[in-house]
């Protein structure tokens, strides 16, 4: 009985610790609402402007982001279209060994990639007006989107969306009718 608490214990004491330090759930729709652009394209090269920075102390460590600048061939823009068909666009990245939430290891050339592109700070990087947001833009290995699904304000959504509303509001009904059932049976 006793083992059975310490384990109740411990698990309730482990799994919030475990919690804080997760990375957030990614909110593509937030992302693509910041954004001022969002551009699918390819890394054609790929410039460091500034290395990480790792400080390590007995307990602990800070990283600074570095700067890459990539230029990149835009396939399409999702949002706020420009007239360019390559950009230039600085990012932060950090090494992988030193990963965390917010920040990619650097882009490769030729990689396909979604990119959610921001106003930068006022001063932060003289001469660019974009930066990447590096936590939410990512690589593609193929479309944007799954099959039968397409690009819509940051989420991808089903084309059939008319159909899927009927099946959900089905299944309300059929819940409704099932407890609403269940509830007449035991008050008789």
């Known amino acids: 009985m006793k083992i059975r608490l310490l384990i109740i214990i411990f698990v309730l004491v482990l799994i919030p610790i475990q919690l804080v330090y997760a990375p957030p759930a990614p909110n593509p729709k937030a992302a693509f609402d910041y954004a001022k652009h969002v551009v699918v394209g390819k890394i054609l090269s790929v410039e460091i402007l500034s290395e990480p920075e790792v400080q390590r102390s007995e307990n602990s460590f800070t990283t600074r982001a570095g700067i890459a600048l990539y230029e990149i061939q835009v396939e399409e823009y999702l949002k706020n279209p420009l007239d360019a ?23 490769k050339v030729n990689q396909r990639v979604l990119l959610y592109l921001q106003e930068d700070y006022p001063d932060a990087l003289v001469g660019y007006d974009l930066i990447i947001r590096d936590s939410d833009s990512r690589i593609l290995d193929g479309s944007v989107c799954d099959f039968g699904t397409s690009y819509h304000e940051g989420l991808c959504i089903s084309e059939n969306v008319e159909l899927n ?15 609403s059932f269940i509830v007449w049976r035991k008050r008789r």
């Not at 390559?86 to 990619?104: A, L, W």
Request: net charge neutral; glycine share 8%.
């Open 165 to 179: 509303q009927i099946l959900l509001f089905s299944s309300i009904a059929g819940i409704v009718t099932v407890v």
């Open 85 to 107: 068909k390559i950009i230039k666009v600085p990012g932060h990245y950090i090494d992988q060994e030193y990963s965390r939430i917010g920040f990619d290891s650097i882009y």
